[in-house]
């Protein structure tokens, strides 16, 4: 069965380049879900997306950025990188009628 | 205080024990609860949905008291490969899920 797909796998970075993650949902889940996940941390939500309009924000900072397209796949944009930003970045997907949340298998961000 | 607060772990048990985690979560108004597994570095996996009634798959048992904010996972005869993070997570009202920081398992031979 298809998965969430995310891409890149891994990515390194220097400190203020900017980066941009792509998700890929499950095909025919409406809702994306984007969490951070530091190290030896629980992963952290950041942003979701219902429908192509965001639907809920967490603790995403002001220089990332978010959208979802009309095929439904998202991208995280973040920009002005910092040491800190350096983590693991899951996407997941789920559908409204159901309960299921799948995650892709990250995208693990090093900024130097 | 956070809101999905786990055993502290980590837990190392020999092969064929039983072992139990604790969670509780603090907002009243969740409305679903699960089990997912973390192994390292790789993407959190649904272990189980927890529902009131308690559910049992295979070795794996989850209850739930929503009257305590109390969820639980109880794995029998552990296996090797039962190693892993487990982290309870609530879904709350605005169906964002909400981590615990997990509870490290460690089964040993």
């Known amino acids: 069965a298809a998965g969430v797909i995310q891409s890149p796998r891994h990515l390194i970075k220097e400190k203020r380049e900017t980066a941009t993650l792509k998700c890929y949902p499950i095909p025919r889940h409406d809702t994306v879900y984007w969490y951070q996940q530091g190290p030896g941390q629980d992963p952290q939500f950041l942003i979701s997306?219902?429908?192509?309009?965001?639907?809920d924000k967490g603790s995403i900072p002001d220089r990332f950025s978010a959208q979802q397209f009309s095929d439904y796949h998202s991208e995280l944009n973040m920009s002005s990188l910092e040491l800190g930003d350096s983590a693991l970045y899951f996407c997941?997907?789920?559908?409204?009628?159901?309960?299921?949340?799948?995650f892709g298998s990250g995208t693990r961000l090093t900024v130097v | 205080r956070k809101e999905v607060e786990q055993d502290p772990g980590p837990f190392n048990v020999p092969e064929g024990a039983t072992v139990a985690f604790n969670c509780t979560y603090s907002n009243s108004a969740s409305q679903s609860f699960f089990w997912y597994r973390q192994d390292c570095r790789k993407e959190p996996k649904l272990l189980m949905s927890v529902y009131s009634s308690g559910n049992e798959d295979g070795r794996f048992t989850a209850q739930l008291n929503r009257a305590s904010q109390y969820i639980s996972l109880l794995i029998r005869d552990s296996k090797l490969s039962d190693s892993a993070t487990y982290l309870c997570?609530?879904?709350?009202?605005?169906?964002?899920?909400?981590f615990g920081s997990g509870t490290q398992l460690t089964v040993l031979p």
């Open positions: 997570v609530v879904l709350g009202s605005a169906r964002q899920l909400t």
């Open positions: 997306f219902y429908e192509k309009m965001q639907s």
């Open positions: 997941a997907s789920s559908s409204r009628t159901g309960s299921g949340y799948t």
